[in-house]
């Protein structure tokens, strides 16, 4: 988000904030808000009506407030870059779990893109944080696998271009959802046996079931159907076909 639309760090609090809440609560309250920002509630109502007026999220007082996609593809970027540099502060620099969160959040604001996907590859593409182990949400660079990332040159990147939708991991979709593989993310061994069994970038797949406690998704695939794990799933991503995924994530 570099030039003239880059966004005030404040607003990047804001929408990050509100992902993390989201994925527990179908809107955010007003109080929530102010609890986790330590700030007076009077104060988040009147940047939750600044960002609503800018398209970000959706609010009403008595409701609560919720990410639109546009609000949503910003705070998935940004919680990335936090989550990565939670990661190569425990992983690379040896900082203490309850040190990492805070001194990510000083950083998380500053760091390019190009920092962001070097930090990836230096960290092995890493899919989870390392204090509460929360998902790390997939880069927006138009790669359908980390390998092809591996490949390109920093000078050619401009020429892969940006994703223009949210995508959502397997384990998030819900019996009867269905979507189109964007990307996968891992390294060559798992990626490769996942292309074996048909889980292909733009092949459709539907959910079959999902398991409570981090069990297997089953879905459907080209004909087939296949239990995937837990933390397989959790690294296939999909643009979502049907709008009841997009509906409950939003509220």
Do not use: W
């Amino acid at each position: 988000m570099p030039g003239k639309d880059k966004l005030s760090e404040n607003v990047e609090e804001y929408l990050e904030v509100l992902y993390r809440l989201s994925r527990t609560e179908e809107r955010v309250s007003t109080s929530v808000i102010a609890r986790n920002l330590r700030i007076a509630p009077a104060s988040v109502t009147q940047m939750l009506k600044k960002l609503e007026a800018n398209g970000y999220i959706e609010y009403s007082p008595y409701k609560g407030a919720n990410l639109t996609e546009k609000g949503l593809k910003i705070a998935k970027k940004i919680t990335r870059r936090h989550r990565l540099l939670e990661r190569f502060l425990h992983d690379v620099l040896k900082i203490k779990k309850d040190k990492v969160h805070e001194q990510a959040c000083e950083m998380e604001h500053s760091l390019s893109d190009e920092a962001e996907r070097a930090l990836c590859q230096l960290l092995k593409h890493p899919d989870r944080c390392p204090d509460d182990y929360e998902p790390i949400p997939p880069c927006d660079l138009k790669f359908t696998t980390c390998e092809e990332c591996l490949k390109k040159r920093s000078e050619e990147i401009s020429k892969i271009g940006m994703r223009g939708q949210n995508l959502f991991p397997l384990i998030e979709l819900k019996k009867g959802d269905t979507g189109k593989i964007v990307f996968i993310r891992g390294g060559h061994k798992m990626i490769r046996r996942l292309l074996d069994m048909g889980i292909t970038p733009n092949a459709v797949i539907k959910i079959i079931e999902t398991s409570p406690f981090k069990g297997p998704v089953e879905i459907s695939v080209r004909g087939s159907n296949l239990a995937l794990g837990h933390s397989i799933a959790a690294n296939v991503f999909v643009e979502v076909i049907n709008n009841e995924l997009e509906a409950s994530d939003h509220g």
